[in-house]
Nanobody, 121 residues
Framework: QVQLVESGGGLVQPGGSLRLSCAAS????????MGWYRQAPGKQRDLVAA???????NYADSVKGRFTISRDNAKNTMYLQMDSLKPEDTAVYYCNANLRRVAWERRSDYWGQGTQVTVSS
């Protein structure tokens, strides 16, 4: 069973910083692309940032220059450093991983349970 567990969310004032972590556990062959998504109340879930196994990254325009995605393949962990946070960053943040559980199986997407980030004074 594969599990993705996010941590690091919370309440922060505008202009502040938070660091999210996503740790993958369980039995799997390899993790490929990973990403952070967010969903605000009444809105769809949108991509925030993604990172390939080779550390190629892409970001939503709204977070470019403020957020940094990274990963540690040895620890099967991904991070999202969020700086200069704004109230509009408030959302539930979800971790996504595209992985293969065994070598002969096709890749599948897995999701974490989400962590709340609230930016408010």
């Amino acid at each position: 069973q594969v599990q993705l567990v996010e941590s690091g969310g919370g309440l922060v004032q505008p202009g502040g910083s938070l660091r999210l972590s996503c740790a993958a556990s369980g039995s799997f062959f390899s993790i490929y692309a990973m990403g952070w998504y967010r969903q605000a109340p009444g809105k769809q879930r949108d991509l925030v940032a993604a990172i390939s196994r080779a550390d190629s990254t892409n970001y939503a325009d709204s977070v470019k220059g403020r957020f940094t995605i990274s990963r540690d393949n040895a620890k099967n962990t991904m991070y999202l450093q969020m700086d200069s946070l704004k109230p509009e960053d408030t959302a539930v943040y979800y971790c996504n991983a595209n992985l293969r559980r065994v070598a002969w199986e096709r890749r599948s997407d897995y999701w974490g349970q989400g962590t709340q980030v609230t930016v408010s004074s």
